[in-house]
């Protein structure tokens, strides 16, 4: 079976004016199909960048990256944009719903760029996408009207919708107060437990109990790579 | 699928931000308007009547350009020759046109007009449809048919009243009767000024020589031999008819195949109209650059958005799009008001026009919005979504997804952006200051000229021109005599206070002391007819004795006896020629300095008799001075005329008064203009300006915070964030101002000193240190604003 996503010694360097930092330095990494990794480590340890990268939205110094078997670096602007609408679906830390939209068409939003679809089409998935988290009586509500917890479910909806081969998610529950983040983390374990592959980004050692791969990192490296068995039993709590 | 909620969200975003559409879109309706009012009224006047008649929109002329002697249009004459050259004879379809001044009499009064005669295939050739009654057929040129006449829609009004039944009424043209058979439409007036139309019934009949020939051209190719065949025969023609001693062979007439509008304008209504558009395009130009930083600012402002849409798989054609979108909704409904704002603007122009003018304009000076308005505006709004739209849209969406996600607006790609919206910024100021220096120097130049005229001085008089009717009748000694004549016949009518006939385009130079050729003023170098009589300073007039048999003796103004000989005593002083027959003349006497209207162009004057120096062209001017109305200084005149032994042709009577009341209404108007104008093109510009001030601020509000919570006073915070903005309004000012002096430095030849630098200067600096200070208001306010919001506020903002 392909892995979803491959790194062979990815590295990554920024260079401003007269400082150059190394974020990731030689980074190994194989995902297979329906893992949950949960990415962790201190402030600067490079995990977002690292989540970046494999988002398609920022580019490698150096190395090579598969995602499900296909070569996606050195890659034109579109072909990557291409590769994010169909494969990848994105949760943000800040949610980022576009404010003007409302959740309907916040959700629908990624369909619209892969094309094919009637409205009526992109509606339903939408509708079906937003029953999932439970916002269906949401649909015609703008983000600014829904509580956090609300949003972030809207923007799992919005990451679910294209069928992703791949889940990312940057400290999904950093700006949820703990109830909405449980409510958030069981939304992923559900994913997780239908078979999606998912890479989480986070420092809160509670969320990392739902992975089924943790690993640590520490300034642009990988500094322990663990899988655990336990976490099955929080999706059956959740 | 994806365009259509692009469009929507457009029109979402756009309903949301309502101040922000209304403001784009009274800067992109105000200038596409003033734009399209501005390109129909010049192309009007300029361009609308090139199609005389709907089947002939091919119809050229020919223009002479005779540099060896003053003989610019074809003879009657030259025909027979003319019609024997081969590529004359390439031609199809051509003829003549014999343009005259004829008077309109009835019992009680009269008026002079600009006719023409023309032959019976006339009205066919230019395929034109009488209003009313018919055009000629030949049995009206059979010599003993009765005199009929054609008129033009504008006699029909003023003189009929535009009453159905004129046809079959008679008219007394130059004495004689004519049964008015037709009405001339008025939008097929041609030639342009002709008021009514003669038959040419042959030589004999035929007002003057001088014919216009027009022709249909078949192609490029025929019409280039054909513009070299008739300038080398008008060069042998012209030629032939000057003495070996003034013959320049390095000299040769030109005649050049014209549009009948190229030949109205002596071939300059390209440049006139590349002009006119040129500003056109630089006002639309200025409020691209505003539209397009305001839509800089606001897409940057949605720069998350757009990376949020990136992250999510949006191409980058699909975020333009998505910006292009809500650019596109702005143009199109400013497309459609300015349209209509210019439709209502040209009704308004005509009504004003028709008010101010009257009959005086020219019949073709109708303004509406017709289809190449329409094409042009579509072109001008293509230039603005270009310009405005696509290109910030376009720039906008290289930016880093993840920079923009992480880092908001700021960070490399803020930077970035701000960087580009600057240099617009500075460009805007740029272009928008020059443009004001140059119209604000313009209408101040035109404003002083127009307070140095004394308009009085010009009542009652008047100017034209004479000739023999044919170049067989002419001889100096008869030239000399008939101007005598004149002069006499003027003298003793009580009707004038004034006359002269005079001789100018003298081809002498006047010499300074050290035998170089004075060109620090205009001369006006004339020779005048016996009987002239100048207020003199010292010295005496010219008398009969001044002939050829005597030694030549000259007249000068006082002031170029004071630039030539300072406070020397002038008279018995010869002024020195550059002339091989005269390169002297003895000075008898020092006139006043004639008044001129503009008293910044006060000229030297030179004057000869022209007992000696008689003229040697079939052409002379006459300048007569009455107390009359003009239409009883006219009548005047052709009855002294008409008391001469040989008829004299004269052109159309230059009224100085008249033409200088019309002077003065172009001149205020065209001040107005300018006012209008560069007040709009600031306007725009401080909109931009404080746009652009106010996004800077926004995008800066954390910074401002920070400051502020540290400790910064309100005063230091206002003078960071206006030196920073002000460096690049101040590159643009400088700029400006540069190329603006340059251009003033080389413009004072253009002017002989009339205009000197020191005026163009002055006008420039001070618009622009008014253009500064509207900048530095531009970019304060906002500040201001900023420094009312508490830090904690601003903190929170980010």
């Excluded at chain 1, 949401?138 to 919005?158: D, M, T, Y």
Aim: hydrophobic residues 45%; charged residues 20%; proline residues 3%.
């Amino acid at each position: 079976m392909n892995s979803v996503i491959q790194l062979n010694n990815i590295e990554k360097r920024f260079q401003t004016d007269e400082i150059a930092t190394q974020a990731l330095d030689g980074i190994n990494l194989v995902v297979e199909p329906g893992e949950f990794v949960a990415i962790t480590g201190p402030s600067g340890c490079g995990k977002s960048t690292l989540l970046s990268i494999l988002g398609l939205i920022d580019e490698p110094s150096n190395g090579e990256y598969f995602i499900s078997g296909n070569q996606a670096f050195n890659l034109s602007s579109d072909e990557r944009a291409h590769i994010r609408a169909n494969h990848i679906g994105f949760i943000f830390q800040a949610f980022n719903l576009i404010s003007d939209l409302n959740v309907l068409e916040n959700v629908m939003l990624p369909l619209t760029y892969i094309g094919g679809m009637s409205q009526k089409e992109m509606e339903q998935k939408a509708k079906d996408a937003l029953a999932m988290v439970g916002l269906e009586n949401r649909i015609n509500h703008f983000p600014s009207q829904l509580s956090g917890g609300q949003q972030q479910r809207a923007a799992v909806a919005r990451a679910l919708i294209n069928s992703p081969d791949l889940i990312l998610a940057d400290e999904p529950t950093g700006n949820l107060d703990s109830n909405n983040a449980q409510q958030v983390l069981g939304l992923l374990s559900e994913l997780h437990a239908a078979g999606k592959t998912i890479c989480m980004v986070t420092h809160d050692i509670e969320s990392t109990t739902y992975a089924s791969r943790v690993i640590s990192m520490l300034d642009g490296t990988i500094l322990r790579d663990k899988k655990q068995l336990e976490h099955a039993s929080k999706v059956v709590g959740a | 699928m994806g365009l259509l909620l692009d469009f929507r969200y457009a029109l979402r975003n756009i309903a949301k931000s309502m101040r922000f559409t209304l403001l784009m879109m009274f800067i992109m309706v105000g200038s596409l308007t003033i734009s399209l009012i501005g390109f129909n009224y010049i192309y009007t006047v300029a361009f609308s009547h090139s199609q005389v008649g709907s089947g002939s929109p091919e119809i050229r002329i020919f223009k002479v350009r005779n540099p060896i002697s003053m003989q610019n249009r074809f003879e009657y004459s030259m025909l027979p020759q003319l019609r024997e050259l081969d590529e004359v004879k390439q031609l199809e379809e051509w003829l003549y046109i014999a343009p005259a001044s004829v008077w309109v009499s009835d019992a009680e009064r009269g008026n002079h007009y600009r006719g023409s005669y023309v032959d019976e295939r006339f009205f066919q050739f230019l395929d034109i449809k009488p209003a009313l009654g018919r055009f000629y057929t030949a049995e009206d040129f059979v010599g003993a048919a009765q005199n009929v006449v054609v008129i033009s829609d504008y006699l029909w009004l003023h003189l009929f009243q535009g009453s159905k039944d004129v046809i079959g009424r008679t008219m007394v043209v130059d004495q004689k009767s004519y049964e008015i058979i037709g009405v001339m439409p008025k939008h097929n007036n041609f030639p342009i000024f002709s008021k009514l139309w003669l038959p040419l019934k042959g030589n004999n009949t035929a007002p003057a020589d001088a014919i216009d020939i027009i022709y249909k051209m078949p192609n490029e190719v025929v019409e280039a031999k054909l513009e070299q065949r008739l300038s080398l025969f008008f060069t042998d023609y012209a030629q032939q008819r000057i003495s070996q001693s003034e013959l320049e062979v390095d000299k040769a007439v030109r005649v050049e195949s014209m549009t009948l509008v190229e030949y109205n304008t002596d071939g300059e209504v390209v440049f006139i109209f590349t002009l006119f558009m040129a500003g056109i395009v630089l006002i639309l130009l200025i409020s691209s650059i505003n539209i397009g930083n305001l839509l800089f600012a606001k897409i940057i402002e949605r720069q998350k958005e757009s990376a949020i849409r990136a992250a999510i798989g949006a191409k980058k054609l699909r975020v333009v799009q998505q910006h292009a979108c809500e650019g596109l909704v702005y143009c199109v409904s400013s497309w459609v008001v300015a349209l209509l704002l210019t439709d209502l603007g040209l009704r308004a122009l005509n009504f004003f026009m028709n008010m101010m003018f009257g009959g005086k304009m020219p019949y073709w000076w109708y303004w509406q919005l017709n289809t190449i308005t329409i094409l042009v505006s579509l072109l001008l709004i293509s230039f603005v979504f270009a310009i405005a739209v696509l290109l910030p849209a376009v720039k906008t969406a290289n930016f880093n997804i993840n920079d923009v996600l992480r880092d908001g607006t700021r960070g490399a790609t803020g930077k970035q952006a701000g960087l580009m919206s600057k240099r617009l910024l500075s460009l805007q100021v740029t272009l928008v200051s020059f443009m004001l220096m140059a119209s604000s120097t313009i209408g101040y130049v035109m404003y002083s000229m127009a307070g140095n005229i004394d308009g009085e001085t010009l009542k009652g008089v008047y100017s034209t021109e004479l000739q023999f009717q044919t170049e067989s009748e002419f001889s100096s000694d008869k030239a000399v005599e008939m101007a005598s004549a004149l002069v006499v016949g003027m003298t003793l009518d009580p009707a004038f206070k004034e006359g002269r006939v005079y001789q100018r385009d003298m081809e002498l130079d006047v010499l300074t002391s050290e035998g170089e050729v004075y060109t620090d003023k205009i001369i006006n170098i004339e020779a005048v007819s016996h009987l002239f009589k100048r207020e003199l300073q010292s010295g005496r007039n010219f008398t009969a004795q001044d002939n050829t048999e005597a030694a030549p003796v000259v007249i000068i103004s006082q002031s170029l006896a004071h630039a030539l000989f300072g406070s020397e005593e002038v008279l018995g002083h010869s002024l020195m020629l550059r002339d091989a027959k005269w390169p002297s003349a003895k000075i008898v006497g020092i006139a006043v300095d004639e008044m001129s209207v503009v008293a910044s162009d006060r000229r030297h004057e030179v004057y000869f008799s022209f007992r000696q120096y008689a003229p040697r062209e079939n052409a002379m001017a006459v300048k007569f001075i009455t107390e009359l109305p003009p239409s009883q200084s006219y009548e005047a005149f052709y009855r002294v005329l008409g008391r001469l032994s040989s008829k004299l042709e004269t052109s159309y009577i230059f009224d100085h008064y008249d033409n200088h009341r019309s002077m003065m209404g172009a001149f205020t108007s065209i001040i107005y203009v300018f006012l209008l104008v560069g007040g709009f093109a600031l306007t725009l510009s401080l909109i931009g300006i404080y746009a652009m001030g106010l996004s800077n601020i926004n995008k800066s509000s954390y910074e401002i915070g920070i400051r502020r919570a540290l400790g910064s006073k309100d005063r230091q915070i206002m003078l960071l964030f206006i030196k920073k903005n002000l460096t690049h309004t101040v590159t643009g000012l400088t700029i400006s101002a540069l190329i603006f002096y340059i251009l003033c430095y080389l413009a004072v030849d253009f002017f002989r000193g009339i205009v000197p630098f020191s005026v163009m200067f002055g006008a420039g600096s001070i618009t622009l240190l008014l253009v500064f200070a509207a900048v530095c208001l531009a970019l304060y306010i906002p500040v201001k604003r900023s420094i009312k919001v508490q830090p904690a506020v601003s903190l929170r903002m980010e």
